[in-house]
DNA sequence: CGAGCAGTTGATGAGCTTCAAAGGTAGTGG
DNA sequence: CCACTACCTTTGAAGCTCATCAACTGCTCG
């Protein structure tokens, strides 16, 4: 059985499933681990680190954190995509990111969240409460300057996603985005190629600063330059992955 | 005698000049220290501090470090605006940000900075040695603590930039850059409400993801509606901070 | 099989860019 | 001190990209 929705889970006890028992519970198993915070804890020390964390499983579309609630956690995604956005009074949206196995969210110095993030697709997490996150850095230092090497790259991330919704054209986005996906899903050790989309044209829209009629258009576009070639609608094989590139950058 | 302009201070020995004597060179006595990341170091070890950083000065147009260019430094800013900006390779730019005492430039996890930064007004400088910086965290813990905490405010502040340049219409982001470097100035002790605008209009244009006519028009539209009032080009008097906050969220 | 939603395609229009020129302002030299 | 020059800013007119509105297609799931 499974919930369907999930509350959101950043101050309130979460209705979000506790890990079942068919999957590893254990730091020492987590394939997200090499590529998150929890790469400073040494492995002899990994069930200090168990006993901080709740693993959660979120179902698509469940709220994990929401923009200006108490900031009382802070996440690791282990699985699955999710996506952090914030919104404006009137209903528009920007997405600041898609978040994979190793990147974390929730890292604020203020009060509260300064955004909201949902799954995309069936979500693994673990939860940190942030004053036990203060005791295992001042337990491991190196958990703390590889958080601090984290949130640099996330930095650099979010100033290229900035000369994207600046400075690109729609055709330039769409391919920037495919080429990230794409990328960041081989670093990942996924299949790189036939490129996953998870999230929905409208989703791809928000992140990129578009609606998603351009979105499809840009699509249509890439398809007839035969630089991609859509399997289904969330699958898109790269052709000529130089091309795309070039194409990133007004080439 | 003043250098009118500096070469890339980030790997080459600049020709920027030492500072001057009419000037303190001690930390002590720095103005920018509180909202630094040298606030993690305690005033009786402020010696270990001086002893590791060169103090520098830059011209206006003086170049501070080149996207490309191997991250041998970092820089916290204690005077003046810099900008940080990142270019297609047909010209378009992306500015990413002005920092001013208390920013600093070139947290760069890979080897190369990810982003130019140049002078826009006067500006006063310290660069620490990537070495001497590792020595320090590891003699001052929380001198690395601080740095993440500036490091998730950056996060933060660009995640609202995402959302200003993906979607707010050139009015809204017009409104939201002047009460950001107004409510800046104020959280550095200087004037907030004639805002200062150091930046040309092309710098504003390159911020907020517009053309210089666009934004020169969206000044006029707010002068129109009396929300501000241009003194100069570049101080601007707000006459009505609620009905501009209102037209940063789309009211 | 039909309902409903996601995605695509088409037509129109708005907002911003581009191109062009005039108005200001600051710095320079007589 | 003032005139001249050069650049920055503002304003105007036309064009283009993307948004909006609308219809259609195709897929998923009772």
Redo the contacts with the bound molecule.
Sequence with gaps: MTTSFSPSLGSSPPSARACPEDESRLCADCIARPWSMCAGVPDSELMTLERAVTDLHVDPRGAIVDEGEPAQHMFNVTAGTVKVYKLLPDGRRQIIGFLMAGDFIGLAVRQSYAYSAEAVTPVRLCRFPRKKLEELFERYPSMEKRLLGLAANELAVAQDLMLLLGR??????LATFLLMLSDRARRLGMPSNPVA?P?????I?DYL????????????QL?NLKLIR?E???QAQILDTEALRDLTEGG
């Design positions: 690109k054209t729609a055709k330039e986005r989309l999230m929905s044209r409208t989703d829209a600063g578009l609606t998603t009629e351009t979105v499809s258009r840009a699509f249509t398809k859509l289904t609608t969330s």
